[in-house]
């Protein structure tokens, strides 16, 4: 059986960084095209022509913590008009490397923006609108520092944030999930990729299929 067609559906990876999402996500779209969808796989910040520059500046050059918080909005502000919308619209579905619980986790959790804040930009940027389902990467932050660092890739802004930042991140990821537990899934990430993949397939078929 397949899920209805003319149904998009919007689904969002989250976690702290290294936390293993961009393998899951290839997985999840090749299983979901496998099926017969029509998936249109995007990422935060960016996903669209501005947004990339704007994740440009976001990832590298230091700013004030509201204007990063703003900036993030701005980024998904383009990214739900120009992108997420229509292909929903059009009855595809959408797979987001991270949506606002990412700037909820990192600017609120992680660097101290007032919730109000937050609470303001995205009753502004996308009132009663949220992800169809969320999957929250979880996982110790010094695992997921060594994940970081066996890339060899040079860190940016947010990869060179100490643990004590990445631990308040990953607990404002769990507050979130404990508040919208029928969208946010935690998924235990320090688990071999099959049984992680095998738990996601589960999670949305028995949802959707
Ligand atoms: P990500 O795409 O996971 O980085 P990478 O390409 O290195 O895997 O995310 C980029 C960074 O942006 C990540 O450190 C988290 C941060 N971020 C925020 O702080 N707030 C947000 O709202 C979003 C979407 C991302």
Request: glycine residues 8%; proline residues 5%.
């Amino acid at each position: 059986m397949s899920a209805d067609s003319g149904t998009g559906r919007f689904i969002t990876f989250e976690g702290i960084d290294g936390a293993g999402k961009s393998t899951q996500i290839a997985a999840l779209v090749a299983l979901l095209r496998e099926r017969g969808v029509d998936v249109d796989q995007t990422r935060e910040p960016g996903g669209t022509a501005l947004g990339e520059r704007l994740r440009e500046l976001l990832l590298h050059e230091p700013m004030h913590l509201e204007t990063e918080a703003m900036l993030m909005f701005a980024a998904r502000r383009e990214h739900l008009a120009a992108r997420i919308m229509p292909a929903l619209e059009a009855g595809r579905w959408v797979v987001s490397d991270r949506f606002s619980d990412a700037t909820y986790a990192y600017q609120v959790g992680g660097r101290g923006l007032a919730e109000s804040r937050f609470e303001a930009l995205e009753a502004w940027v996308h009132p009663g609108f949220q992800p169809d389902l969320t999957l929250v990467f979880d996982l110790p932050p010094e695992v997921a520092a060594a994940r970081v660092a066996a890339t060899g890739n040079a860190p940016d802004r947010f990869e060179r944030e100490q643990r004590a930042f990445f631990a308040r991140v990953r607990e404002a990821y769990l507050v979130r999930a404990r508040n919208d537990p029928g969208r946010i899934r935690v998924i235990a990430a320090d688990q071999p990729p099959a049984t992680i993949r095998a738990q996601i397939e589960a999670i949305v078929v028995e949802r959707w299929f």
